[in-house]
């Protein structure tokens, strides 16, 4: 075998084995997802419409989990509503307020993502679907639900917990099991 065929050879086999390390890196980080349209609590309100309780705001931010989806809306109990207010005094502003949605509206869902980080391992659920407000329809997304630290030091780590969503009446206080997302 000639210098030159070896060499071609050696060159084929470090680019192919940099493609590969590429294709595994970015299958590791990448942000997986997994339909949660047949896992409890989420199945019950794919399809069918909700009306909400209290007020809600409209809001758009800068990264969204789904394109097709560039709203989300939040009631300002929501655990991390705050860091939502924080966002939108940023200069620019991550977030953006677009308008109070008042109680009695209704939202119809018609899909539910979970989303797991590639790097952090951290997972959001979202609840997908459509709200109207003054003869405008807008495709809302809504994070529900996450993982429970309770349940997680008990070594059950597929348990989520759900606060009050702004269309429900009093808390569900079951845990559920949640799947992590897949690869692909």
Known sequence: ?????LYTIIKRCIIGGAGLFIFFLYATIK???TSLHQVAPFKQYINQTVITNQDIFLMTEKDVPDGKFPYIVLDSAYAGFQWYVDRSKLSPPEVTLLDTIP????????KAVNYTNGVSGLSKACLFGKITLQDKEYLIYYPWGKRSERMW??????QWEFRLAPWQTEKDTNYYTV???QYW
């Open 153 to 158: 030091l008990e070594g059950k780590y597929d």
């Open 1 to 5: 075998m000639d210098n030159q065929r």
């Open 179 to 181: 799947p992590d997302a």
């Open 103 to 110: 109680a009695g509206s209704s939202i119809t869902f018609t």
């Open 31 to 33: 942000t997986k997802s």
